[in-house]
């Protein structure tokens, strides 16, 4: 017994977390493809039957049904978050709920029926679920300057555009400028809106809002896709994704791997237990991520790939490759980073079993003084199970 670790008083707590935020995440992202979904419907029907239908302008309802489109995309956008842990992505989809349900509502359709049920039954869901989204927005210098870079265009050449209204043929109000901000930006420009023929102004300023918009929009795309890719890359190489490492939660960590660590993970592996292996050596992460064990790539006497790991959650720490030295430092990394979390390890050297404990670690075995007790208590006929609860037995 480890620390007063059970299986099975564990397993379904861990159950639990995983299966409360994947289903969060999954009912959200259902309420924003029924979201597209119901919009798309209602914008090719005229079939009204709701129960605003007498007090909803036509306008109003036809707003709604393309505004709930695009709400739809922001949420999925905002269930990619809630994957992630993101607790910027828990009040997107807090803010995101109700404004679906009040755009279904003002849709006046049976269509839009089960999207308002769904979306007021995940608010209390959500809340509930607050504590499984806790990972602070951490955005690099280019994300930054990508989501300036795009609003900052978008400004310019909507308030440009309407300043120089007078020197267009389609802008007149906010939104036309607006309107002719987007489609040049993302050079889908449909013609209908363009600088007058003797306007200077106005072809120098369309050419700048070209200019600037696509480059601010190459900007913004690269920041977006580059950490997905990083993502694919780090998968491959036998690294987990930050998604995955923010599940982790009362978890055995494995840190080293060798000869004596692969019947370890064989076992944790068919009992179901989740756990988490770090090692340094990328042949052995990726063949481990080939049979779906999850692995953080890196030397495990450091703290940056322990705290990666969520060493701070672990319910046990387990160290038993077959370089003792490595190993200590190993104990001694890990029992500063979680000072209260039992540390089990390994002796290849029956002399190093003191040096081990001296480190940090609450037991040490050593292989060979532990077979040589079980070939003698076997060789009397004697029950050698016992002798392994005794020794796994907290102290």
């Not at 564990?10 to 959200?28: H, I, Q, S």
């Not at 267009?168 to 901000?181: E, Q, R, V």
């Not at 369309?206 to 950490?227: E, Q, R, Y």
């Not at 940090?360 to 007790?373: E, F, K, N, T, Y």
């Amino acid at each position: 017994m480890v620390d007063g670790w059970s299986p099975r008083a564990r397993l379904p707590e861990n159950w639990r977390r995983v299966f409360t935020t994947r289903a969060t995440v999954g009912l959200v992202l259902l309420i924003a493809l029924l979201s597209v979904a119901t919009a798309v419907v209602n914008i090719g029907t005229t079939d009204v039957s709701g129960p605003l239908e007498t007090y909803v302008p036509a306008a109003v309802q036809a707003a709604a049904g393309f505004t709930g489109a695009l709400t739809g995309f922001l949420m999925v956008g905002s269930a990619l978050a809630l994957r992630r842990g993101l607790r910027s992505g828990w009040w997107a989809t807090l803010f995101l709920l109700p404004l679906t349900a009040a755009q279904g509502l003002l849709q006046s359709s049976k269509y839009s029926f089960p999207l308002i049920v769904l979306s007021l039954v995940a608010i209390p869901i959500l809340l509930l679920t607050r504590r499984r989204f806790t990972k602070p927005l951490s955005l690099s210098t280019t994300q930054i300057a990508a989501g300036s870079a795009l609003v900052g265009v978008q400004l310019y050449g909507t308030i440009g555009g309407y300043a120089l209204r007078e020197h267009f043929d389609g802008i007149s109000n906010i939104l036309d400028a607006f309107y002719f901000t987007l489609i040049t930006s993302s050079t889908v420009g449909y013609g209908d809106v363009t600088p007058q023929p003797e306007s200077v102004q106005g072809m120098l300023f369309t050419m700048s809002v070209l200019v600037l918009g696509v480059s601010s929009f190459g900007i913004a795309i690269g920041a977006l896709v580059g950490p997905l890719i990083q993502d694919r890359i780090s998968k491959t190489l036998g690294k987990m994704t930050e998604s995955q490492l923010q599940l982790l939660d009362k978890h055995i960590l494995v840190l080293g791997y060798g000869e004596l660590t692969e019947p370890i993970v064989d076992e944790l592996a068919d009992n179901g237990r989740q756990f988490v292996v770090v090692t340094s050596d990328r042949e052995v992460a990726t063949a481990l991520t080939d049979r779906n064990i999850p692995v953080v790539n890196g030397d495990p006497s450091d703290e940056e790939p322990l705290q990666r790991a969520k060493i701070d959650r672990a319910a046990a720490i387990l160290v038993a490759t077959n370089h003792d030295a490595e190993d200590a430092l190993t104990v001694l990394t890990a029992r500063e980073l979680a000072p209260n979390t039992r540390i089990v390890a390994a002796a290849t050297d029956r002399e190093n079993v003191k040096k081990l404990e001296r480190a940090g670690a609450d037991a040490v075995i050593s292989p060979s003084q532990l077979g040589g007790h079980l070939l003698v208590r076997s060789a009397l006929g004697s029950d050698e199970s016992g002798l392994i609860d005794r020794i796994l037995e907290r102290e």
